[in-house]
Nanobody, 120 residues
């Protein structure tokens, strides 16, 4: 199964973007990760399969919101108050279980990524 992330683009600092990812796995956690040039892929946010538990990278708390619509098999990442340091390729991923956490090794299906560029 190939996940596909959508919604990236160029935005000024302080702006917003909403990323989408489909198809999501209704019985698995879904996560967002990002990778900036020259850096390791890092955790951004995850949501469990019951749409109850969410976890966030500390630097995005209060600015990003992960959500999912299991009827549409889609997971979203609403990104507000974007900063230049948020610039990266954003990947969605399906967890190995319904309650996967922050480690990339807890995810075994990955999308191709969508580029988010935040200008200062």
């Amino acid at each position: 199964v190939q996940l596909q992330a959508f919604g990236g683009g160029l935005v000024q600092a302080g702006g917003s973007l909403r990323l989408s990812c489909a198809p999501s796995f209704t019985t698995r956690a879904m996560g967002w990760f990002r990778q900036a040039p020259g850096k390791e892929r890092e955790f951004v946010a995850t949501i469990n399969w019951r749409n109850i538990i969410t976890l966030y990278k500390d630097s995005v708390k209060g600015r990003f919101t992960i959500s999912r619509d299991n009827a549409r098999n889609t997971v979203y990442l609403q990104m507000n108050s974007l900063k230049p340091e948020d610039t990266a390729i954003y990947f969605c991923a399906a967890g190995r279980s319904g309650d996967s956490g922050r480690s990339r090794y807890e995810y075994n299906y990955w999308g191709q990524g969508t580029l988010v560029t935040v200008s200062s």
